[in-house]
């Protein structure tokens, strides 16, 4: 399924406190000169779990732009789980307005499980959007929690294991020569959290 993904509102916190990452790296509670360098190495570690698993970690609010609704299908799956909400829905019609779609036609099925969805409600059917890229959108609320400890614990040591990796072998990605192997317990614990088969629709975006 084609697709673009763009970030409305951005998590609010990170899963790794900086004070965590200096602990984890050996480094002084009141030493400061890495201090700029920990924090940008939270941030990439972070979205290279996000990457790699296509989830979000912490609350985010994104917008899914398709270009048609589902053909033959009542259900809708939404990437990036866990999934807490959709805020709208949106379409352009066949004379090319954008229309919001009442929520009353369609259920946002999370049930605690990860598998975050729209399904029709009964008697409904998806509404005739035009023929264009991008047709449909679709604003939606996902992640774990607002709380860095809402994160699992696994996911949030991954991070931890690569921000220390990471700022071992500073020097090497200075000089260009940044030994690409992940640590081993990294690769095991997002094998533990790689969805499922029903996200295999939302490929690389486009």
Known sequence: ???????????????????QAKTQVRVE????????????????????VEQALGRQLLTATWDLA???FPVGESELPL?????????????????????TWDDENYHVSTDGSENGRLVL?????????????????????????DAADDVP???RRAIKLLVGHWFT???EAIAGTIIAQIPT??????TMFQPGDEFTCFGPAS
Request: net charge negative; proline share 8%; hydrophobic share 40%.
């Open 29 to 48: 509670a009141d030493e400061t000169a890495h201090d700029d360098d920990l924090s940008t190495l939270i941030v990439e570690a972070r979205q290279y």
């Open 185 to 190: 317990g990294v690769e095991r614990i997002l």
């Open 79 to 99: 990437p990036l789980p866990p999934l807490q909400s959709v805020t709208s829905l949106q379409y352009y019609d066949t004379d090319g307005t954008l229309q």
């Open 169 to 171: 072998f500073r020097e």
């Open 121 to 145: 409600a009964p008697g409904a059917s998806w509404p005739t959007a035009q023929l264009r890229a991008e047709a449909v959108r679709i604003r939606f609320v996902a992640g774990y929690g």
């Open 66 to 68: 398709i270009d048609r």
């Open 153 to 155: 614990a696994p996911l």
């Open 1 to 19: 399924m084609s697709y673009q993904l763009r970030l409305v509102t951005a998590p609010a916190t990170e899963p790794l406190s900086l004070a």
